[in-house]
């Protein structure tokens, strides 16, 4: 577990800070912040059980953690906390796509299930970064519904797994009367047992991370620039994540002008012109698209969303 709490801190600011560039009404600003709360809160309760651990002590052979009776009674306390938390801020980001659409290419977010939620990142996601903290988002919600819903299976109990710089909690039980196990839950062996082991919180949090990423990058192109944004201090260029499109044309520019070393730019320029002259394309046609799409509205409260923009917005003065 990352001992700097700071690090996972910036990357959730940086994530979602686009917002902060754009015209937004006062409820979809109130919803941004709401979710910058809740990923708070959740990289807190991170942190406290990241406390928890540097506490405990090693085992005699130095190769694992051992946690006494309180310290895994804690462990089990925070780990309940921190999945709870969670499911709070995965609601805190469906409720800024109930009033913020981005993806006007696919169907508007169903914001009223976490599970179908999630089903919907994974189409949304699909052959980017996401993919590869999809599972352990999911193993999340599974997780966590354990806790909270033990009614719905066999009674089960819990136990605390360590290793040198790590304590996990792992449920565990037996299959229902129908055979039946918790989803997410994986059987021991040929046996009639399971066990469910806490997802890595570290991984659950890189996937909100990219959750955010892929949320507030579209929405500097989607939505225009706020009349009383200040410089941004999280980017070079002062305005948003993207090279954007203004900047992508004085890069290109500036490799095929004249002047330019025709030993450097043999060297540098050929494939990185191929891909300013793709990018540059692919947002025209992002933008020609936009054009002929019906202006983004705010489900379900009927709050009008922002206009998108349609022309390009260079990102410092020529």
Same mark, same amino acid.
């Given at each position: 577990? %990352? !001992?700097?709490?700071?690090?996972? /801190?910036?990357?959730?600011?940086?994530?979602t800070?686009?917002?902060?560039?754009?015209?937004?009404?006062?409820?979809?600003?109130?919803? +941004?912040?709401?979710l910058?709360?809740?990923?708070?809160?959740?990289?807190?309760?991170?942190?406290?059980?990241? !406390?928890?651990?540097?506490? =405990?002590s090693?085992?005699?052979?130095?190769l !694992?953690?051992?946690?006494?009776a309180?310290?895994?009674?804690?462990?089990y306390?925070? =780990?309940?906390?921190?999945f709870?938390?969670?499911?709070?801020?995965?609601?805190?980001?469906?409720?800024?796509?109930?009033r913020i659409?981005?993806?006007?290419?696919?169907?508007?977010?169903?914001?009223? !299930?976490?599970?179908?939620?999630?089903d919907? @990142?994974? &189409?949304?996601?699909?052959? =980017?970064?996401? %993919?590869?903290?999809?599972?352990?988002?999911?193993?999340?919600? %599974?997780?966590?519904?354990?806790?909270?819903?033990?009614?719905?299976?066999?009674?089960?109990? @819990?136990?605390?797994?360590?290793? #040198?710089?790590?304590?996990?909690? +792992?449920?565990?039980?037996?299959? $229902?009367?129908?055979?039946?196990?918790?989803?997410g839950?994986?059987?021991?062996?040929? $046996?009639?047992?399971?066990?469910? +082991?806490?997802p890595?919180?570290?991984? +659950?949090?890189?996937?909100?991370?990219?959750?955010?990423? *892929?949320?507030?990058?579209?929405i500097? =192109? @989607?939505?225009?620039?706020a009349?009383?944004? $200040?410089?941004?201090? @999280?980017?070079?260029?002062?305005?948003?994540?993207?090279?954007?499109d203004? *900047?992508?044309?004085?890069?290109?520019?500036?490799?095929?002008?004249?002047?330019?070393? $025709?030993?450097?730019?043999?060297?540098?320029?050929? #494939?990185?012109? /191929?891909?300013?002259d793709?990018?540059?394309?692919?947002?025209?046609e992002?933008?020609?698209?936009?054009?002929?799409?019906? &202006? *983004?509205?705010?489900?379900?409260?009927g709050?009008?969303?922002? #206009?998108?923009?349609?022309?390009?917005?260079?990102?410092?003065?020529?």
């Amino acid at each position: 577990m %990352d !001992s700097n709490p700071s690090r996972m /801190e910036h990357r959730l600011i940086y994530a979602t800070h686009n917002a902060d560039h754009v015209e937004l009404n006062p409820a979809q600003r109130m919803a +941004v912040q709401h979710l910058r709360e809740q990923l708070g809160r959740l990289l807190r309760r991170r942190d406290a059980f990241a !406390s928890l651990i540097r506490s =405990t002590s090693e085992a005699p052979m130095g190769l !694992s953690k051992q946690p006494n009776a309180e310290q895994q009674d804690s462990a089990y306390e925070l =780990t309940q906390g921190f999945f709870e938390q969670y499911y709070a801020a995965l609601s805190a980001l469906a409720s800024v796509h109930g009033r913020i659409r981005l993806y006007l290419s696919h169907k508007e977010a169903p914001i009223n !299930s976490n599970d179908k939620f999630l089903d919907w @990142w994974e &189409v949304v996601g699909q052959n =980017t970064r996401l %993919d590869d903290r999809m599972d352990a988002l999911r193993a999340a919600r %599974d997780f966590r519904s354990i806790f909270m819903h033990p009614q719905m299976w066999s009674i089960f109990d @819990w136990a605390t797994v360590s290793s #040198r710089d790590e304590i996990r909690v +792992v449920l565990h039980g037996a299959e $229902s009367s129908n055979r039946n196990v918790p989803q997410g839950a994986s059987r021991v062996g040929s $046996s009639a047992n399971w066990e469910f +082991v806490a997802p890595d919180m570290d991984e +659950v949090l890189e996937g909100f991370e990219l959750l955010c990423q *892929a949320t507030f990058l579209p929405i500097f =192109t @989607w939505y225009p620039e706020a009349e009383s944004a $200040s410089p941004c201090v @999280w980017e070079p260029d002062g305005v948003g994540s993207s090279i954007g499109d203004g *900047a992508a044309r004085v890069i290109r520019n500036a490799l095929v002008a004249d002047g330019v070393a $025709s030993g450097a730019s043999a060297r540098l320029a050929l #494939r990185l012109i /191929e891909d300013l002259d793709k990018y540059i394309g692919s947002m025209a046609e992002i933008r020609k698209r936009a054009g002929a799409t019906p &202006v *983004a509205s705010a489900y379900p409260s009927g709050i009008p969303a922002a #206009r998108p923009s349609l022309s390009p917005r260079p990102p410092f003065a020529d």
